[in-house]
């Protein structure tokens, strides 16, 4: 009997682009097609939340993502958005802790009332952990475990089939596609986040949950990370909105 192929979770994070509703409808739609076509392989992306709900159609194959949420459930935040309301206007998915954020201020308590929040109003999360750079006491790690576990052990079990943890090395995002790290480096990190995983939800609970790379994900390095990072998918930036791009790392995923 043939293997059974592997279905990756792609997420396309467009960040603060495009700047028109119209350009978002013609990336969305462009990706939704590509999406179609490799219905198994699950396909996310994160428009801002301003075009969320004119983007998502319910029963559509591609899926989509709020970029953050806040970690109050409703009042006077002025410009925040809560996850209830992103899942009502048709997200299925949050990032959460996207290192975006954390750099105007979400400590790992604020990622971990977000994640709450989400996982609440009935969001499936994509937790993003990562280091902002490598020193040669291995702090990095300390750091990342941290991340992780501030997060996992404040959620309830039962919630743990909604998570999804991306590891994205702040010094390899928005960078030149050749300065991420290799599929190896990337393969340490995994079996890392897996065994900090399991030590917070039990091995049953914590080797499952799924673990995705991202920075600087291009259509040229994606089957590498794919096929040999030990990954379960990608979180990719600049090239999900150029739908060639990420069509071809949808490809590459459905080929494996
Ligand atoms: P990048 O962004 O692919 O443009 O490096 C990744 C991210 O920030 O999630």
């Not at 467009?14 to 999406?35: D, H, I, Q």
Request: with cysteine.
């Amino acid at each position: 009997m043939a293997k059974a192929k592997k279905s990756f979770l792609i997420v396309g994070n467009w960040k603060m682009n495009p700047e028109t509703a119209e350009e978002a409808r013609s990336v969305f739609s462009a990706v939704a097609r590509l999406a179609a076509k490799h219905k198994g392989q699950s396909v996310v992306v994160a428009p801002p939340a301003a075009f969320i709900a004119s983007l998502s159609k319910k029963g559509s194959p591609l899926s989509v993502a709020v970029q953050d949420v806040s970690h109050e459930a409703s009042g006077a935040f002025t410009g925040s958005v809560s996850a209830k309301q992103a899942k009502s206007a048709g997200a299925s998915y949050a990032i959460i802790g996207h290192s975006e954020r954390r750099a105007v201020g979400d400590t790992d308590e604020l990622v971990a009332k977000k994640a709450s929040r989400a996982l609440e109003a009935g969001l499936r999360i994509v937790l993003c952990v990562g280091e902002t750079e490598r020193d040669e006491h291995a702090q990095y790690l300390r750091n990342v475990r941290g991340q992780v576990l501030s997060v996992l052990s404040a959620i309830d079990k039962k919630e743990a089939k909604d998570i999804a943890i991306a590891y994205e090395p702040v010094w390899a995002i928005g960078k030149s596609y050749d300065t991420a790290p290799s599929p190896l480096d990337i393969h340490e990190m995994v079996i890392y986040i897996r065994k900090v995983a399991a030590e917070a939800l039990g091995k049953k609970l914590g080797l499952a949950i799924p673990v995705l790379y991202g920075g600087s994900v291009d259509s040229k390095n994606a089957k590498d990370f794919l096929s040999n990072a030990g990954i379960d998918g990608l979180l990719v930036g600049r090239q999900s909105l150029d739908p060639k791009a990420f069509g071809s790392i949808i490809e590459y995923a459905a080929s494996i």
